[in-house]
């Protein structure tokens, strides 16, 4: 079935930096288009980027844009999201999916903390 095991989670000082992987299976992964999404505390999942299926074009939410990259390895059957320049108010659960109606897989927690 479906699976997406993310991870690359951590704590990190504003400014810093972090990866994250998310490793899926289940569906023939290079024929969707890839989301990650975020979900703070006490708010709902948004989007926070897209990917297209073969990695040629991909949006952010405007709150992101400029900080952070979403990139795909087809090969891995993965889905990256590199964030820079990390502030406060991007501590949040963090998923991927190929879909909103998918199951989710437990996420990797990102806090922006001094």
């Known amino acids: 079935q479906v699976q997406f095991v993310e991870s690359g989670g951590g704590l990190v000082q504003p400014g810093g930096s972090l990866r994250l992987s998310c490793a899926a299976s289940g569906f023939a992964f290079r024929r969707y288009a890839m989301q990650w999404y975020r979900q703070a505390p006490g708010k709902e999942r948004e989007l926070v980027a897209n990917i297209a299926n073969d990695g040629t074009s991909s949006n952010y939410a405007d709150s992101v844009k400029g900080r952070f990259t979403i990139s795909r390895d087809n090969a891995k059957n993965t889905v990256y999201l590199q964030m820079n320049s990390l502030k406060p108010e991007d501590t949040a659960v963090y998923y991927c999916?190929?879909?909103?109606?998918?199951?989710w897989g437990k996420g990797t927690l990102v806090t922006v903390s001094s």
């Open positions: 999916n190929a879909r909103s109606d998918w199951r």
